[in-house]
Structures are given as C-alpha cells and as structure tokens.
C-alpha cells in the first residue's frame, strides 16, 4: 500500500513536471511566435505616445535603420540601452526636427550654421558644444554633443509630436553590424516597443563632422566628404 502511494505521488509528479514543461514551452512558442507591432508613417499620434512613455521605437532614417527615445528622460535611456546592450559610458546622437531644435540645445557659430544649412537634413552628424541647460545625464557628462536633423517629414513630425529631439542611434546590438530591413531588426532587438515602417536612402552611415576643433576634422567617413564639406566653407569665405 505504501509502495503504491509512493509510486502514485512520483507518476503525479512527472506528469506535473511534463504539464510545466509543456506550458513553458507553450508560451515560449507563443512568445516567439508573436510579431512586433509595426506603425504607418502616418501613425505620428500611436508612435509619439510609446515615445513620451520612455518606449524605444525602431524608425528609418536617410541612412540606416535606427532606434530611438526621447532625449531628455533618464528612464528612456536607460529602456535604449536595454534593447540595445549598449554600455553607460558610451553617448548616444541626438535628433532634431529642424534647426530651432538644434539651437536650443547645441552652440553654433557661423561656421556650423552653413554646414547644417548645406547639408542637413542629411547623411551628416555635426559635433557641437552643448548648451549649458542640457543635463549632464543626456551625453554622459561631456560638453559636446552628436547632432543629426530628421530626414523625412514622418520622422519630423514624430519628432514634433513627442516635443522634444530623440536619441537617435543605429539599429543593432552594440557591437554588431547594422540590421538592413525590419525583419532583422525585430530578430535583433526584440525588446523594442514597435517599428516605423519604411526604407533607407544612403544604406551607410551618416559623416561626421566635428565643429568644436579650430580646424574642421571628419571623425567617421560617409556619404559627404571633406571635398564637399571645404567646397561650403570656401563659398561661405568668398561671399
């Protein structure tokens, strides 16, 4: 009789243990199984909302595919740094919506406001001095920051309607190379909150240009070069 209870308790047992396994399992399939949710360009309003909650949203810029949340909330770095596995000590670039956005958190001199006049909204990013009301928390404590203008009128207007510029980076695990169409990047960054759907232009990485320096100095080669960049100056110096 004892035997039996014994036996009996040890069958329920397993057959408890298959039910976890399997429903673990279940739901594991589910899990993977479900797909991100993906936005129209023209859903400003939904994708605004995930922005102002600290959400991180996958979006297509001029030249890759890039992850961003708004700039100005520790808790929305902190979710970027999440899906991105990207260490603290390493500063995120900054979107603007216009050059208004720009001015009111970066210093420009006569020199970077011809740049940003020649090629933005473009495949550049501008180093420039941070204005002094920025909170040290936004670039890690340093006094510059990483500057791109938004390159469509979507992400304008997203930019816009959450009211402040976004961290604005490259859509992949840091240290891996560039996710090229959704479908890796939903693969890659599964924490994400959701994806503005659309296309790349360039395909590479934006310049960039370092404004801060006595003589202009490009850090990261891309799609406009030093030629490009001399040519404006050099118009801009004969006027």
Do not use: H
């Not at 030249?63 to 260490?87: F, H, I």
């Not at 500057?147 to 979507?154: D, K, N, Q, T, W």
């Not at 560039?178 to 693969?187: G, L, T």
């Amino acid at each position: 009789m004892k035997q039996r209870l014994i036996r009996d308790i040890v069958l329920l047992a397993m057959i408890a243990a298959a039910e976890t396994k399997l429903g673990i399992m279940f739901f594991e399939a589910l899990k993977q199984g479900k797909k991100m949710k993906r936005y129209a360009q023209n859903q400003i309003t939904e994708m605004a909302r995930i922005l102002k909650e600290n959400g991180v949203l996958s979006v297509p810029t001029d030249t890759v595919y890039g992850v961003c949340a708004r700039y100005d909330s520790m808790e929305a770095q902190d979710n970027l740094r999440d899906v991105k596995n990207r260490p603290a000590d390493k500063a995120f670039p900054i979107m603007c919506a216009d050059v208004n956005q720009i001015r009111m958190i970066a210093e420009t001199d006569a020199r970077s406001e011809k740049l940003i006049e020649a090629f933005m909204p473009g495949p550049v990013t501008l180093i420039l001095k941070k204005k002094e009301s920025v909170p040290a928390f936004v670039n890690g404590g340093m006094d510059t920051l990483a500057i791109r203008m938004a390159s469509s009128e979507a992400l304008k207007q997203l930019i816009l309607a959450v009211g402040v510029p976004l961290y604005m980076t490259s859509a992949n695990l840091s240290g891996r190379p560039v996710c090229r169409n959704p479908d890796e990047i939903e693969k890659e960054c599964p924490k994400l909150s959701g994806m503005m759907e659309g296309e790349t232009q360039f395909g590479e990485a934006s310049t960039i240009i370092d404004c801060t320096s006595e003589e202009i100095r490009i850090l990261r080669k891309g799609p406009v070069t030093m030629e490009d960049i001399e040519k404006v100056l050099k118009e801009e110096s004969n006027v």
